[in-house]
């Protein structure tokens, strides 16, 4: 499904990451890939890659810095000299951010944002540089911003921002035959999930809700659709947001446990 193309990943950190998902499987259908790994992630990165059919390598980004992504972008140019899909894995919000919104300090709220959001404009930005004439793909993580989860607080607003930025890019890079669409996930048990407190509470609501069985343990159904959409089966799909999460979208069942929409231990 993907040979030939030259992949770009990044938020591969630990084995379960989606980020790890989608780079087995994107080499196994015939991709190359390259990985950009937060610096304190590479070591980690690499180990978790090591035992893939064909070596992919590790750059060290911060993709909250200009400087970073100039620099990936001629890791990139030099290596390959286009890019034809790249997925944006890349979420963070402080712990005080995914307690009370009416707590949380704005240098905080803006760290998220920066994180979460901008820097998925800034692989926008390089697609918009990299992207053949034939187009490309840009494929980032959400996770449903229509509702105000009981746990998940400043990080809505950021998925929230996320998906209205999709759009946006969408808009841009169309043009140029670059697509962009999210992939809305249900609750896994990664790296960044056990930085949510109270994060079972999210799969319980799934155990109970959604109409598909839906195992918090397994990013592959999720690695399966980002694939799909970096290839050239969804080369008239953009803008979109494809649900994976076991149907609980399309559920109205939403029982509002806590009047202040804060994790319990904020009260």
Same mark, same amino acid.
């Given at each position: ?67 970073? $992504? ?60 990299? @992207? ?47 697509? @962009? ?12 999930? #056990? ?21 918090? @343990?397994?990013? #592959? ?29 399309? $559920? ?16």
């Amino acid at each position: 499904m993907l040979h030939g193309k030259r992949v770009l990943v990044s938020g591969v950190a630990t084995r379960d990451s989606i980020a790890a998902a989608v780079v087995e499987r994107a080499v196994r259908a015939g991709a190359e890939v390259v990985v950009a790994a937060y610096p304190k992630d590479v070591c980690a990165a690499q180990e978790v890659l090591a035992g893939l059919p064909q070596p992919v390598e590790v750059v060290a980004v911060d993709a909250t810095s200009e400087s970073d $992504m100039t620099m990936l972008e001629d890791e990139v140019r030099h290596r390959w000299g286009a890019l034809d899909g790249a997925l944006h894995a890349i979420a963070f919000a402080p712990r005080s951010a995914l307690g009370s919104v009416m707590d949380a300090p704005a240098r905080d709220v803006e760290l998220a944002m920066r994180t979460s959001v901008w820097s998925y404009a800034a692989f926008g930005r390089l697609l918009q540089r990299l @992207a053949p004439p034939s187009g490309a793909s840009l494929v980032g993580l959400d996770f449903d911003s229509a509702r105000a989860w009981p746990v998940y607080n400043w990080m809505g607003p950021c998925k929230a921002a996320l998906r209205s930025l999709n759009g946006y890019l969408a808009r841009d890079l169309g043009c140029l035959g670059v697509r @962009a669409n999210l992939v809305a996930a249900g609750p896994l048990r990664t790296r960044a999930a #056990s930085g949510i407190p109270d994060f079972e509470v999210l799969v319980d609501r799934w155990d109970r809700q959604a109409p598909l069985a839906w195992d918090p @343990a397994d990013g #592959s159904g999720v690695a399966d659709a980002v694939c799909f959409l970096l290839s050239d089966l969804a080369r008239a799909i953009t803008g979109e947001v494809l649900h994976v999460d076991g149907g609980m979208h399309a $559920m109205a069942t939403y029982l509002r446990e806590n009047p202040a929409g804060a994790s319990p231990e904020h009260g």
